[in-house]
């Protein structure tokens, strides 16, 4: 069983595309203190919108529910 990754308090995030002629592209994710950062393939930016739409569906049937009383970490399925 692996550890979990550690969690850093994100107030902003800061990213930037990286393009490269042979079309290895890459988005670069960081917090401005610079203690993180992220890169992503195309492939893995595709994984990321997945992500962030399963996130914001989870939150919406979350958010006001009868049975929302405690904190709850949900994985969110990635699936291309």
Do not use: N, W
């Not at 994710?29 to 195309?42: D, E, I, K």
């Not at 997945?50 to 958010?63: H, L």
């Amino acid at each position: 069983m692996s550890r979990p990754a550690p969690r850093i308090e994100v107030r902003d995030i800061v990213a930037r595309g990286i393009f490269d002629p042979s079309g290895a592209h890459l988005l670069e994710v960081a917090v401005p203190s610079g203690v993180v950062g992220m890169r992503f393939t195309l492939a893995q930016v595709e994984q990321l919108k997945i992500a962030i739409t399963a996130f914001e569906t989870e939150a919406i049937s979350k958010d006001g529910g009868p049975d929302f009383y405690y904190r709850k970490a949900v994985p969110l399925e990635v699936r291309r």
